[in-house]
Each structure stands twice: as structure tokens, then as C-alpha cells.
């Protein structure tokens, strides 16, 4: 059997969340929407347009999905035990957003602002206007991210902080494209990584075990 990637909580990624999951709940009890709302949505510039625009993509189902693809051409993760826990990991998130969505059915800040004339928004960027909380591209990064930070091999684990940074740059996409409130992304990234950390606990338990531990049951046994 070949050996799995190592599997573990990585703490380059948990420790950074954790500070985020602090200060990001202060945040959002302490400031109103549109303070928190509004210098991510107007300081721009005609490079950040194109670059934040394309960064949000990191949140979405095609890119997702076309990532997680691709590892599973990786000998190490051609197994069921990936198959299975990638579609957990990544597939709970989407549907526990979905449901909150539906549920609050809250304005996004188009409709909240009332499309004021300060909003920075361009005409090639989707416009959109209700379910804003919370946000499903940034459960998506989050969701991605967390996942693959604890499938990365020991020498690799401190890679896990890049990949916090990249979720928190969703995040911030989410903003800048005035599509969400921070209370929405927060809420989102919060989402993704604690179901996807739910997924992944579950899963550690049926993961296969390795060819070395699996030779030295072998030998102990007889």
C-alpha cells in the first residue's frame, strides 16, 4: 500500500485561524457594517481591480474542485480515503452555507447602501444583491485550505501559513468586489474551517494506515 501524506493538525495554519476567530468576533461586535465595509471596498486601483478579481476565484466550486482533481493524479492521494474525505472536507461547507443563506436571507451591501454612489464597484464585476450572509467564497477558501494544510508532509507543514494568507485574500476579494460584509466572510471562513475540521476528524479514523505500519503489525503478529 503506498504511504499517505502526513495527516495532522497543522498548527501554522490553526494558530494564525485561532487569532483571526479572536480578533475577527471583536471586530464585528465593536464596529458598525459600514466602517468595516468600507475601506476595503473603496482604496483601489486599476491593477487591484484585475488582480482582486481574478483572487476571488480561489473561492469558487470550478477552482476547488480542479485542484482537488489534481492531487488525486498524485499516486499518494489516489485512494479512497482522499476520494472521500476531499468530498466531505469541500462538500459540507458549501451546503451548510447554503442553508444559513436561505435562512437569513440578509441584503448585500448593494442593497444595504442602496447602491451609493461611493461603492466602488466596475461593470464587469457580478452585481449582487441578497442571501449576503455569510460568505460562501470565503467557507469555500477557508474550507480548501484548511484541508490541504493537513495533508502537507512534515517538511512542508510551515507552507500551511501561505495557505491561511490565501483565505484571508478571499476574504478580502469578497469585500473589495463589494459582494460582502465582513461579518459575511468572517462568518464564512469560520464556517469552512470548523466543518471541514469536523469532516477531517471523522475521516482520520478510517484513514489506511501506511505500508511501514502496516509491516510491522505484520511482523509483531507473527
Known sequence: MRKLPYTSYN?????????WLVIGGILV??????SLFQPF???????SDVIVHNMTHMGEFGFISVLLLLLFSFSAF???WYFITAVICNGLPPLVIQFIKRWFHAPRPLTYFNNAGWIHIENNWERLYH?????????GAFSLFCFLSMLLPKP??????????LGLCVCYSRMYLAAHFFEDIYAGSVIGTL????????????????????NSLT???S
Request: proline share 9%.
Open 29 to 34: 461586535a465593536v464596529v458598525d457594517k459600514q
Open 195 to 214: 466543518t471541514t475540521l469536523a469532516g477531517f476528524s471523522v475521516m482520520r479514523h478510517y484513514r489506511p494506515a501506511p505500508a511501514k505500519e502496516i
Open 41 to 47: 471596498n473603496v482604496h483601489h486601483s486599476s491593477v
Open 11 to 19: 498548527p501554522f495554519f490553526f494558530i494564525p485561524f485561532i487569532a
Open 78 to 80: 489516489r485512494n479512497w
Open 131 to 139: 442571501d449576503s450572509f455569510p460568505s460562501g467564497h470565503s467557507a
Open 156 to 165: 512542508y507543514r510551515p507552507w500551511a501559513l501561505l495557505l491561511f494568507v
Open 219 to 221: 511482523i509483531s503478529d
